[in-house]
Structure formats: C-alpha cells, structure tokens
C-alpha cells in the first residue's frame, strides 16, 4: 500500500536516491501533514466500506491534538493574533492545509458518531471547525494587521510578492527584451509589482504578526505552492 510504504520511508526522496535525482526545492518543514491527509483519505474510504478504522484514526487524532491550542500535546505556536506557527518557512502553507484537513476530518468523525480526545482534554467537531475557519479568517484579513493575505482580496493586501511574473513588465509591453539579468531593477525596486497575482497566498507574518511587504523576504513574500491553494 501506498500509505504504508510512506509511513515506513519517511522524509525526502533525494535524501535516499540522491545523486539521481534533481534536488529537492519545496517550500515545506516535513511531511506530517502529508501523512495525516492521505490517513483522513484511507479513512474515508473504511467509513464507506463499513470496516474498522484503525490505525488509521489514532494516527489522525494525534495530529489534531499535535494543533490545537488547548491541547495537552500541542506541538505548534501561535501568534498574539492566533495565527499558527511551525517552523520552516511559508507559514501559511500550514494554515490553508490543516484547515482544509480539520474541515474534513470533523465531517467524518461526526458521520462516524465519535469525539476526538487530547489527554484528558474532549474536543467538539464544532471546535475544528472553530479552529479551521479562525485560521482562514485571519489570513483573510481578521488579524492585527487589518491585512488580506491573498493578493486582490480586500483593501489591503501584499503588494510587493516574490514572483517573477508578478513583477516584470509584460512582454507585449514597449520596449527592449529583457536579458537574463535585465529584472533585477525590478526586483530592487520598492514599486508595487506590474501585474496583480490575484487570488495568490503569501508565507505570511512572523510569529509576532510583523509583515515586511519585500520582494527580498522571500520567506514571507513567497507564494503558497499550487497544490496548497486548491485546496
């Protein structure tokens, strides 16, 4: 099985294949997530087969519990204005996924009739949810800030991404080609970027909740990979 076989191998695949493989670049801190998705999927699947969960749900409840603030077992951080944190870079790539994640699994777990337990902590479905859409909210603009951190949505919103469509001119538009090192004015300018990116997510504030609207920190100015966002 798929899953077993992740569960069993856990890390980056070029850290086993190495030399025959092009160098891992993903904007990640680890792969728990990952895991804990496809056991929500595989757990889908039993609850539609009538078979029994487990190990499946155990695993998935320990995440949870590895998340939420009251729990006992909390794992992450968060920010004065209650957004998440996990170390690594593109800190929002963890709070579009496990939102999405605790949507499902409190949908599951109450077509299932149970309750998730964090030591001697009980957790409602409706406190996921709670969860869930509060991380959403705040990447929405519901934060100290006041700002929108998808371009295009609200008021205020980055304006100043690290993406390179994003920032160069059009190529329709008059005047020379650019050759490979002809954007870098662009790049260290302090003018908002050409072209809107909306609909686009940014890393997100440090765990202060300070933002820098800068190409140069990527770290925060960087977008959300594509598989994070359709989420």
Request: charged share 20%.
């Amino acid at each position: 099985m798929v899953f077993d076989f992740a569960d069993k191998h856990r890390g980056s695949y070029n850290d086993v294949l190495r030399q025959v493989v092009c160098p891992y670049y993903y904007c990640s801190s680890g792969y728990m997530d990952e895991l804990s998705w496809g056991a929500a999927w595989i757990y889908r699947w039993v609850l539609t087969k009538k078979l029994e969960p487990s190990p499946f749900v155990p695993d998935a409840d320990r995440f949870v519990c590895s998340v939420l603030p009251e729990s006992p077992t909390r794992s992450v951080t968060y920010s004065p204005g209650g957004l998440m944190f996990k170390d690594g870079p593109c800190n929002m790539q963890h709070e579009t996924t496990l939102s999405f994640l605790f949507l499902v699994y409190a949908r599951y777990s109450k077509y299932n009739g149970r309750q998730i337990r964090c030591g001697n902590v009980v957790v409602s479905l409706d406190r996921l949810i709670e969860v869930a859409k509060g991380q959403v909210n705040y990447i929405l603009g519901k934060n100290p800030l006041g700002m929108s951190y998808m371009v295009g949505y609200g008021n205020k919103f980055p304006k100043r991404i690290h993406h390179r469509g994003s920032n160069l001119p059009s190529m329709e538009a008059p005047g020379d080609h650019m050759d490979c090192q002809g954007g870098h004015s662009y790049f260290e300018s302090q003018d908002p970027n050409q072209n809107l990116l909306t609909g686009a997510v940014v890393g997100g504030p440090d765990p202060n909740g300070s933002y820098s609207d800068s190409r140069y920190n990527s770290s925060q100015s960087e977008l959300l990979p594509l598989d994070v966002i359709v989420h």
